[in-house]
């Protein structure tokens, strides 16, 4: 499951759990281990930006002392 | 002169009966000429005539061309939708069968569909249509976009949301009837979005269940064949979703089930 997959799940079993179709337990369970991947992979993102920008900065600043 | 006398003398010299024969000689001759005369002209009408019901037949034969070419593009679009469809439904089926159902398996049928639809319905040369899911979200009363056709940006799943209580698509919701607009800007309720790059113009929202609606956008009108299209996809979506939420439900008791036992 990739990331936008598990951001839908997420919403499907909010409202599959508003409708009574399934438990608050089963809903707590799968959902907060789909906000666990979502977080981390939204972390991992915001990381690997920081670090292409850093890439980037240095790239420019080398090429601009040469 | 001399030949003009000439004449005189001959005329004179001629007996009286030449002269009524003469005469009935000549009005033999104009009843015959003006005889053929009307024939002629009569003639002349009629080429004429055959000519502008030609012209006419001409012009009714390109008219039926025309409806016979549109009845074929309809037909070619009932018969590959159907096509499409049927293999849609024979994947409901699929899903209705198998008692392990997943959540996930129903998602890949719903994409499908969201998929197959836009290419189903015809479109001239450099038309382009697309056509998403929105669910309800009650606790921000906004329509949250669930799965797009290709030609929707990706990051629209976590951004995307239309006001249930401002937006076309929020009175489809909220009212429980299908919108079919040529022109959105029409609308007054119609907001645009400024981030789409998209010049779509033409919208059809469908309700789907309780749940949320379908939207299905086109750079031109709609014609009554895509229309009947759109209703039937709807179905199909409808049926997936139901499947969908049959799957977690299983799930959860599956899972309830196997706590019970430990």
């Known amino acids: 499951m990739n990331y936008h997959d598990a951001l839908k799940k997420i919403k499907v079993l909010d409202i599959a759990r508003q409708q009574g179709i399934i438990s608050e337990a089963f809903f707590k369970r799968e959902s907060d281990t789909l906000r666990a991947y979502v977080d981390k992979v939204s972390k991992q993102k915001a990381e690997d930006d920081v670090a292409a920008k850093n890439l980037m900065t240095g790239i420019n600043t080398k090429y601009k002392t040469v | 002169m001399i030949g003009e006398d000439v004449m005189i003398r001959i005329i004179d010299r001629m007996p009286d009966w030449t002269f009524a024969v003469l005469s009935i000689l000549l009005i033999i001759g104009l009843v015959l000429g003006s005889f053929y005369l009307s024939r002629f002209a009569k003639n002349v009408l009629r080429a004429l005539e055959s000519e502008s019901s030609a012209l006419a037949i001409s012009q009714e034969n390109s008219t039926l061309t025309s409806q016979n070419n549109d009845l074929q ?32 398996e129903s998602l890949e049928v719903i994409k499908k569909i969201i998929d197959t639809l836009p290419l189903s319905l015809s479109s001239s040369r450099g038309d382009s249509k697309r056509c998403a899911v929105w669910l309800s979200s009650p606790t921000t009363n906004t329509l949250d976009f669930h799965t797009g056709s290709f030609n929707f940006p990706k990051d629209y799943t976590n951004s995307r949301k239309l006001d249930i209580d401002d937006s076309t698509g929020g009175r489809c919701y909220r009212k429980n009837e299908v919108i079919d607009l040529d022109d959105v800007t029409d609308d007054p309720d119609w907001l645009k979005n400024e981030e789409s790059r998209g010049n779509y113009k033409s919208l059809i929202c469908i309700p789907i269940l309780n749940l949320g609606i379908l939207t299905v956008d086109s750079l031109s009108p709609f014609n009554q064949e895509s229309r009947n299209i759109i209703c039937l996809y709807a179905k199909c979506i409808e049926l997936a979703y139901l499947q969908m939420f049959d799957a977690l439900k299983f799930q959860d008791e599956e899972l309830n089930g196997s706590l019970d036992k430990n």
């Open chain 2, 73 to 104: 593009d309809a037909n070619t679009q009932y018969h590959h939708s159907l096509q499409s469809i049927n293999h849609l439904f024979e994947d409901l089926i699929e899903l209705r069968n198998d008692c392990h159902q997943t959540y996930e």
